[in-house]
């Protein structure tokens, strides 16, 4: 079974940065395709980033594009989203997840195993 554990959230000013991690264990991390989800209070889970399993394809959200970075180290089993210059429309829980089969993908449905989240406030 695939455990992944996101960290980094916390509270930032707008126009500040964060770096989130999700830790990988318990599978072929090096593997997988990885995304970054987002949720916020009231709204549907929403797709941020993904990355595929080389690190050699990444794929933004229109609203982050340009402001944050996924990347990976397959090395240690570690997937990460680098948030700059964020606004407090970003506030957000934000999960990561690992897909076994297939491409990275835009679609939540497509990804088999989840972490818990982090929580990301972006205050004004």
């Known amino acids: 079974q695939v455990q992944l554990v996101e960290s980094g959230g916390g509270l930032v000013q707008a126009g500040g940065s964060l770096r989130l991690s999700c830790a990988a264990s318990?599978?072929?991390?090096?593997?997988?395709?990885m995304g970054w989800f987002r949720q916020a209070p009231g709204k549907e889970r929403e797709f941020v980033a993904a990355i595929s399993w080389s690190g050699l394809s990444t794929y933004y959200a229109d609203s982050v594009k340009g402001r944050f970075t996924i990347s990976r180290d397959n090395a240690k089993n570690t997937v990460y989203l680098q948030m700059n210059s964020l606004k407090p429309e970003d506030t957000a829980v934000y999960y990561c997840?690992?897909?076994?089969?297939?491409?990275?993908?835009?679609?939540?449905?497509?990804?088999?195993?989840w972490g818990q989240g982090t929580q990301v406030t972006v205050s004004s």
């Open positions: 997840a690992a897909a076994r089969i297939g491409s990275a993908t835009r679609h939540a449905g497509g990804y088999d195993y």
């Open positions: 318990g599978g072929i991390f090096s593997s997988y395709a």
